[in-house]
């Protein structure tokens, strides 16, 4: 069984290709299969994003493999999955994607503290390529300035 706060899956290029504007958390629709292949840690929302159908926000393309016993009803791999959110946080971030053309990326899937599975999204948009250089060069720097008051430090 996983524990309150267990990271099920992780998104970890979102920060990578996104500036990250803001975090919502969300619910999200599950059948049951689905909770123990999450709850043993298989999943994948690297490829994932979050969008409008029917007045609703949904994941899409979030892989969450089958779960290895003998059950007699599979799920769908990759099935459009339904967010739980509040009608204005849902209004409030489908304007955002519509009008400011921001795209809504999945950070990762944990367990909350009652044991529910919730989706850390995140409101992003989208980097360039120089952004992509510039924030290597910017952490590379960092490392080495921590590296040489560490070494300075030992003197």
Known sequence: MSLPGHIAA???RARHDYFIV??????IMLVGT???????GKGNVNEAYAGPMHDE?????????????????PHETRRPRKLLLHK??????MGAITKDGM??????IHFGPRGLAKVQLGLAKGKKLHDKREAIKERDWNR??????REKGKE
């Not at 689905?34 to 043993?40: G, T």
């Not at 204005?88 to 971030?93: C, I």
């Not at 080495?144 to 008051?149: E, S, V």
Request: glycine letters at 2%; aromatic letters at 10%.
């Open 88 to 93: 204005r946080e849902m209004a409030k971030l």
């Open 144 to 149: 080495d300035k921590a590296r040489l008051m």
């Open 57 to 73: 926000l949904y994941l899409f393309n979030a892989y969450i493999p089958e779960y290895q016993s003998k059950m007699p009803f």
């Open 34 to 40: 689905e909770i123990k292949s999450l709850r043993v």
């Open 10 to 12: 992780q998104n970890r």
């Open 22 to 27: 803001s975090e919502v958390e969300a619910g």
């Open 103 to 108: 795209t809504l990326v999945p950070l990762d």
